[in-house]
């Protein structure tokens, strides 16, 4: 069963930095991908940057230049690093999954979210 537990949100000042990370530790499923996404309220959920299982990496405009995934170490574990926050970053991060079993069969989960508000 897959498990994706966020950690890293909290509350910062403009121009300040933080750290998302998410893993999944019980996993055996293999990684087509994993991303960031991110919903403020009233707004539709919106990606902020995925990494592919081969290193590929894809931004939104909003963030690029400032915000940066990476992969960890350990199996399933994904890393953003957000740097010169701004106000309009402020939102719920999800961490977003697209795993394949040993059959191929693909799955698609979602982290419980982690609240990141910048302060002005």
């Known amino acids: 069963q897959v498990q994706l537990v966020e950690s890293g949100g909290g509350l910062v000042q403009a121009g300040g930095s933080l750290r998302l990370s998410c893993a999944d530790s019980?996993?055996?499923?293999?990684?087509?991908?994993m991303g960031w996404y991110r919903q403020a309220p009233g707004k539709q959920r919106e990606l902020v940057a995925v990494?592919?299982?081969?290193?590929?990496?894809n931004y939104a405009n909003s963030v690029k230049g400032r915000f940066f995934i990476s992969r960890g170490a350990a199996k399933n574990t994904v890393y953003l690093q957000m740097n010169s926050l701004k106000p309009e970053d402020t939102a719920v991060y999800y961490c977003?999954?697209?795993?394949?079993?040993?059959?191929?069969?693909?799955?698609?989960?979602w982290g419980q979210g982690t609240q990141v508000t910048v302060s002005s």
């Open positions: 977003n999954a697209d795993l394949s079993s040993g059959t191929g069969t693909r799955y698609n989960y």
């Open positions: 019980r996993s055996i499923f293999s990684i087509n991908a």
């Open positions: 990494i592919n299982s081969g290193g590929n990496t």
